[in-house]
């Protein structure tokens, strides 16, 4: 379920390059729930502008706007998913 809805995020960031922060951080809730802090997120951003985003169990990690509503989220965390 969660691939679904990412590759529908995925078309529609495709389509609107440009986004707010406030827009940005709906869609990243929708994925990811409450997992980051988005507070460090810039006002305005696009769709390839990396982005400091900070995970609460392993810190601060940088990542495009892009990548990260494909569902990359930190790093950190899908290598312990994957072992």
Do not use: Q, W
Request: net charge positive; glycine share 4%.
């Amino acid at each position: 379920m969660l691939n679904i809805k990412v590759k529908m995020l995925t078309i529609y960031i495709i389509r609107f390059l440009n986004v707010n922060k406030t827009e940005f951080i709906e869609k990243a809730r929708a994925i990811y729930g409450d997992e980051y802090d988005y507070s460090m997120v810039p006002e305005r951003l696009e769709n390839y502008s990396v982005i400091p985003i900070r995970c609460y169990v392993h810190g601060l990690f940088y990542e495009s706007v892009y990548n990260f509503l494909k569902g990359c989220g930190c790093f950190e965390c899908n290598n312990k998913e994957i072992k």
